[in-house]
């Protein structure tokens, strides 16, 4: 009797136990994934004021709408530098931001906030960022993190923007293909070999920092 009791004991301990060491396990995992959470709104909250910044960096034209800014850069290098879902919110939230009346876009003429402003004429540009930046970090990713895998989807998610941007002027103006083209392309694209070049080199830092630690 005294051994089938001790038995039961045991079986009772050991039943126990497994529990405590399941919700142990369930409180870390819980931990962890509360953690994982702060750390990619932390990311994605720094990457947005990133960009942010870089769109006041900003020089008008007078014969576009479209300002030459900083943008273009910050946005590739945060595809370059993050995973595909963390780049896309990152650029998600900067629209979101700008979107509820922040001023984190680029100034304009006439100055507009919010929803005006992202529906205006440089609306295409905004609104193909978060695209644009999962579109490079998935190209680099899948491409060896080189320096030139780095300017093949710097200029991929560059491309994109460009093609956004002017399809959106299009409509917005009503301009002919040349016009368009002449506006929201033509000068802008010496800046833009130098922002993916320079998006390229910093990817390519970053990555040779990491590996060496």
């Known amino acids: 009797m005294s051994k089938e009791l001790s038995t039961d004991f045991s079986a009772e301990i050991a039943a126990s136990n497994r529990e405590e ?3 142990l396990a369930g409180t870390r995992v819980a931990e962890n994934r509360a953690a994982s959470g702060l750390r990619f709104a932390g990311i994605a909250l720094a990457g ?3 960009v942010a910044l870089s769109a006041h960096i900003a020089l008008p034209l007078s014969f576009t709408p479209v300002p030459m800014t900083l943008q273009p850069l910050a946005v590739l290098v945060v595809g370059l530098l993050l995973a595909p879902e963390l780049a896309a919110a990152t650029l998600a939230l900067y629209l979101a931001e700008g979107a509820l009346g922040l ?14 402003h992202l529906m ?29 895998s780095g300017l093949l989807s710097a200029g991929a998610a560059l491309a994109l923007v460009f093609i956004s941007g002017a399809a959106w002027l299009a409509v917005w103006t009503h301009g002919s293909i040349e016009t368009v083209f002449a506006q929201a392309v033509l000068p802008f694209l010496p800046g833009a070999g130098l922002n993916i070049a320079a998006a390229a080199a910093a990817a390519r830092g970053c990555e040779r920092l990491r590996r060496s630690r």
């Open 103 to 116: 001023p984190v876009f680029a100034p304009s003429l006439p100055a507009t906030l919010g929803l005006a």
């Open 21 to 23: 060491t399941a919700r």
């Open 120 to 148: 205006g004429p440089t609306g295409g540009y905004l609104m193909a960022y978060p695209a644009a930046a999962a579109l490079a970090s998935w190209l680099y990713r899948r491409t060896g993190r080189r320096f030139g």
């Open 48 to 50: 947005s004021a990133v």
